[in-house]
């Protein structure tokens, strides 16, 4: 991942995080093996492998949890004790939140391998068997708003889900997509209210 998408990815998080919390994104694709993008389901599990390295590493010193910055929810139900730290899942917290709303929770994805993946990973959250519809875009179109919100904007129109999660950690929803959720926005607000109401550590998984 290039040094501007990291920095667009942290100015997206520091324009997101609420009061009381604090996010760094780093780069995992700086001399490690992680895939530049998630393409196949090889890409999926060389991803997941560099994030448990990394965060095995980290000893938790300052920081109260991780925070995959991808939907898919990576390494969030490894064995507990793994990490000396939580791992708190975009996905799981979105999800969990419609769900316990009693409300149908959908997706949008760029290609077939993520939407795949964010079907298994709905159905485990209790989401039903919704099937993700796929944008057929590129890693590079991440980065480029207009053309994302284009593609979602066509699906959306054939969408019967209450709510449907854009299947990106890393992009924007254009105002007046009213069933169009940004898991990131939505799950930062969430740890937000967490960190404000001052629970106790959670154990780490």
């Not at 290039?2 to 997101?16: F, K």
């Not at 004790?81 to 939140?97: H, N, S």
Request: net charge negative; hydrophobic share 40%.
């Amino acid at each position: 991942m290039s040094v501007e998408e990291i920095a667009r990815r942290q100015h997206r998080y520091d324009r997101l995080v609420p009061a009381g919390v604090r996010v760094l994104v780093e780069n995992l694709g700086d001399g490690s093996e992680a895939p530049r993008s998630l393409e196949t389901h090889d890409d999926i599990v060389a991803s997941e492998q560099c994030l448990i390295a990394r965060y095995r590493a980290v000893d938790g010193t300052g920081w109260s949890g991780f925070l995959p910055d991808c939907v898919l929810d990576p390494v969030v139900d490894s064995p507990p004790g793994l990490f000396a730290r939580p791992v708190y899942g975009i996905l799981k917290l979105t999800t969990t939140f419609f769900l316990g709303q009693g409300l149908t929770v959908g997706a949008v994805a760029r290609n077939d391998t993520i939407a795949r993946e964010l079907d298994r990973q709905l159905a485990l959250y209790g989401g039903g068997d919704s099937s993700t519809f796929v944008l057929e875009l590129s890693v590079d179109d991440i980065s480029d708003e207009a053309r994302w919100a284009r593609a979602t904007r066509d699906l959306l129109a054939t969408a019967t889900d209450d709510a449907v999660i854009n299947g990106c950690s890393a992009v924007d929803v254009q105002a007046g997509e009213t069933r169009l959720i940004d898991p990131t926005a939505l799950a930062l607000q969430l740890l937000g209210v967490r960190a404000n109401l001052q629970l106790p550590p959670r154990a780490a998984a």
